[in-house]
């Protein structure tokens, strides 16, 4: 009974992903058409693939021999095809956070292609960290400290995030007087939840006993919520230089910024070997550097 490629594709990319809205997310169709194709490759071929319940899916045994088999032959395609036509390729798809895209990369990529109109970047924006070994996304630019195992890092800028609170919650507690003290307050996470435990490292803090409050999913409501005095957040100044303007918001610590917390552009060593990629890289680091 033959099984068409496209279904073994699609059955691919679920059982990657863990998920139909991350799966319709990368093949650019809804999550309803991606469950549909599922459903029927199972009725097809009398097989259950995976399992669905309210914490998600899981493969059954046979999903998961099947995965096993096909997941090689597919990434050997993408190595395939990475190898003998990006060497030609002006197409960059890059991946990166709302708030950097907003702040610092649109205006860059203008200026790109009045200058390099031949290269043709797409953006997605997205907090999620894409897997560059098997999701069609060439370049991430990500928030860190440039250690991302089995890629390769170029360092792009490191903007400072600063570090905020309420007037009427230091006047409580205290000032801030090095980076340890922040632990004397609740944390609120930004939108990627990840900002405090990255500054903790670089600032070379012990950050185990740590209390976080919520996480707002939206850089704007953690704003609100520092207002209110719900605790301190690290945010970027785009989002905080309405309240600092008007005093409902204070700079909480003035330290050195660690230059190693940065943004990096971030992709397999062979992608940054593409012509129309090194020249992206290098436009970015000589304009936001």
């Not at 990840?194 to 012990?206: L, N, P």
């Amino acid at each position: 009974m033959a099984i068409r490629i496209q279904d073994l594709h699609t059955f691919h990319v679920v059982a990657r992903a863990g998920s139909m809205q991350d799966a319709a997310h990368e093949l650019g169709v809804t999550p309803g058409a991606i469950s549909q194709r599922i459903r029927q490759i199972e009725e097809h071929h009398g097989l259950r693939l995976f399992t669905r319940s309210k914490k998600g899916l899981a493969l059954t045994a046979a999903g998961s021999a099947l995965q096993s088999d096909i997941g090689p032959a597919f990434d050997a395609i993408n190595a395939a095809r990475r190898k003998h036509f990006s060497g030609h390729d002006t197409a960059i798809r890059i991946s990166t956070s709302p708030t950097f895209a907003h702040s610092m990369l649109v205006s860059s990529l203008g200026r790109l292609a009045e200058e390099h109109p031949k290269i043709r970047v797409s953006v997605e924006t997205d907090d999620r960290l894409v897997d560059l070994k098997s999701e069609p996304v060439d370049l991430a630019i990500r928030h860190g400290l440039g250690g991302y195992p089995g890629l390769k890092s170029e360092w792009l800028c490191s903007p400072e995030l600063v570090l905020v609170a309420s007037p009427a919650l230091l006047e409580q507690t205290g000032p801030l007087k090095e980076p340890s003290d922040c632990l004397r307050h609740r944390l609120l996470p930004d939108a990627t939840g990840k900002d405090w435990s990255i500054w903790f490292e670089a600032q070379g803090v012990d950050a185990s006993a740590a209390l976080y409050g919520p996480r707002y999913g939206d850089d704007f409501l953690t704003v609100k919520a520092v207002m209110e005095g719900q605790g301190i957040a690290l945010l970027n100044d785009l989002y905080v230089e309405e309240g600092l303007a008007s005093g409902q918001l204070v700079r909480a610590l003035d330290s050195a910024w660690p230059t190693s917390f940065a943004y990096y552009a971030v992709a397999l060593e062979e992608t940054f070997e593409r012509p129309a990629v090194a020249t992206l890289v290098k436009w970015l680091k000589t304009e936001l550097g």
